[in-house]
C-alpha cells in the first residue's frame, strides 16, 4: 500500500500553519497562552519561536525525501504528546477548560492527527523480519 501525496500535503499544510500563523497574525494569543502556563521574559520568546520553528521544519521535512524516514514521523509524534502534556499539566483549569470546550475544537483535533502521524510512524519504520 502507497500513502497518497494528500497525506503527506494535509501534514505538511498543517505544520506549516501551525509554524507561520501564530508569528504573522496571532503573536498577542500565543503569549498569552504561554504566560497561562507560567512562562515569562525571555523563556517565552524562546518557547515560541522555536515552537514555530520546529512546525514549520516539520512541514518543510514531510515535503522531501526525509517524509519516508520514520524519526520523522516518530519526532512529531514526541512534540504532539509534548505540547498537549504542557497545556493540560500548566495551564490554569479554566484557561484548560477554556481550551477543552472551545468550539473550534483544537485540542480534540489533535486526536485523529496524532493517529494519522502514529500511522505514518508505523509504515516507515524499518520492518524486523523473523529467521523462523
Do not use: C
Not at 67 to 86: D, E, F
Not at 103 to 119: D, E, N, Y
Amino acid at each position: 500500500m502507497k500513502i497518497p501525496n494528500y497525506i503527506y500535503h494535509a501534514l505538511a499544510l498543517l505544520w506549516l500553519y501551525s509554524g507561520v500563523i501564530p508569528i504573522v497574525f496571532n503573536h498577542s494569543s500565543s503569549l498569552d497562552l504561554l504566560h497561562g502556563m507560567g512562562f515569562y521574559g525571555v523563556i517565552v520568546d524562546v518557547l515560541f519561536i522555536g515552537a514555530s520553528g520546529i512546525d514549520v521544519m516539520f512541514a518543510l521535512f514531510i515535503m522531501t525525501k526525509y517524509r519516508t524516514h520514520y524519526l520523522l514521523w516518530l519526532s512529531q509524534i514526541i512534540v504532539i504528546i509534548g505540547y498537549n502534556t504542557l497545556i493540560l499539566t500548566l495551564l490554569p483549569k479554566s484557561l484548560l477548560i477554556e481550551q477543552l470546550l472551545h468550539p473550534f475544537g483544537s485540542m480534540i483535533k489533535t486526536l485523529p492527527i496524532l493517529a494519522i502521524v502514529i500511522f505514518l510512524y508505523e509504515y516507515h519504520k524499518p520492518k524486523i523480519h523473523s529467521t523462523k
